[in-house]
């Protein structure tokens, strides 16, 4: 009963490849995003879709496109692998909870894919 | 660009001590959310505070928040080895549903 999974949970390639990541959420929520989180453990986030629809699209190479199915489902394709991709992606969701200041919503988040480009 | 920054960047302490890490933001906020990541695994929410809330309590976890810091501490009462992690404040500005992360704070407690 896994509530965010991802998979692969590792993937390693090499330079020029093309890879996917895939997620799915089984919490009902209508928020999925990706985060990079890079080898000091910074955490970036990167895309975001509430119900199917692109809402945060972050400075990112365009060779990152994000695909979203479905509201479960938000899957991450990489196109033209570098070194520099190299890293922890994190898929999470959230419920949106409206409150009188605005949006309020914890993450939920999958336990991570650690690329390696060679 | 990044807007919490956690201090210290790593805690080492005993079983039963209390732990506390601080967050410090640059800009107006609307709730700060404090997250725990144990190592190789993916973040689990803690506690989140708005900002019209001062302070705010979860079990062992003591937040509080000053606006006009723009700070947040983090203490973590009785700490346990399990508790050993790195913590991360992240705040959400606006209505956006976007959360921008600090650096994290390793926390070590030895047994």
């Known amino acids: 009963d896994t509530a965010v999974s991802q998979t692969p949970k590792y993937l390693v390639t090499q330079m020029g490849n093309d890879k996917s990541i895939k997620c799915e959420q089984n919490l009902g929520h209508d928020t999925m995003y990706w985060y990079k989180q890079d080898s000091k453990k910074f955490l970036k986030i990167m895309f975001s879709y509430n119900n199917k629809e692109l809402i945060i699209n972050e400075t990112v190479p365009n060779r990152f496109s994000p695909k979203s199915p479905d509201k479960a489902h938000l899957n991450l394709h990489i196109n033209s692998l570098e070194l520099g991709d190299s890293a922890v992606y994190f898929c999470a969701s959230s419920p949106v909870t409206s409150g009188t200041s605005g949006s309020m919503y914890e993450q939920y988040f999958g336990p991570g894919t650690r690329l390696t480009v060679t | 660009s990044q807007q919490g920054e956690e201090d210290p960047q790593a805690l080492s302490i005993q079983e039963g001590e209390n732990a506390t890490m601080n967050c410090s933001y640059k800009?107006?906020?609307?709730?700060l959310q404090w997250y725990r990541q144990n190592s190789g695994r993916g973040l689990v929410h803690l506690i989140l505070i708005r900002s019209n809330e001062r302070e705010k309590h979860s079990g062992r976890l003591r937040v509080t928040l000053d606006t006009s810091k723009k700070s947040s501490s983090l203490l973590i009462t009785a700490s346990r080895a399990a508790d050993t992690a790195s913590y991360f404040c992240?705040?959400?500005?606006?209505?956006?549903?976007?959360?921008?992360f600090g650096k994290g704070t390793l926390l070590t407690v030895n047994p």
């Open positions: 992240a705040t959400v500005r606006g209505s956006n549903y976007k959360l921008t």
């Open positions: 800009t107006s906020i609307n709730n």
